[in-house]
Nanobody
Framework: QVQLVESGGGLVQPGGSLRLSCSAS????????MGWYRQAPGKQREFVAT???????NYADSVKGRFTIFRGGAKNTVSLRMNSLKPEDTAVYYC?????????????WGPGTQVTVSS
């Protein structure tokens, strides 16, 4: 199976910055796409950003211009740079990786990391 682990979450003041990272390991050759979703208390999980192996990116309107997604230096890693953070960005952020696990093409999820934006 594929295991994902997120890091970099924590407490930051409004207007501050934070960088999240995610690494996928296990029975996967390469991730075709990786990305981030988030879920705030009482809210549905929502799309944040994705990036393909070719470098194509997509962002939610709520974060476009503030967040940047990019591939890490190591294989099957991805990072999310979050600038100009707002209290409404507070959520658990989940990383996903899309790729072959054995003969199957699947989406795998990490356990999530908490981001809290508060003064």
């Amino acid at each position: 199976q594929v295991q994902l682990v997120e890091s970099g979450g924590g407490l930051v003041q409004p207007g501050g910055s934070l960088r999240l990272s995610c690494s996928a390991s296990g029975n996967i050759f390469t991730a075709n796409a990786m990305g981030w979703y988030r879920q705030a208390p009482g809210k549905q999980r929502e799309f944040v950003a994705t990036i393909t192996s070719g470098g194509s990116t997509n962002y939610a309107d709520s974060v476009k211009g503030r967040f940047t997604i990019f591939r890490g230096g190591a294989k099957n890693t991805v990072s999310l740079r979050m600038n100009s953070l707002k209290p409404e960005d507070t959520a658990v952020y989940y990383c996903h990786a899309d790729g072959y696990t054995g003969e199957m093409y699947t989406r795998s999820w990490g356990p999530g990391t908490q981001v809290t934006v508060s003064s």
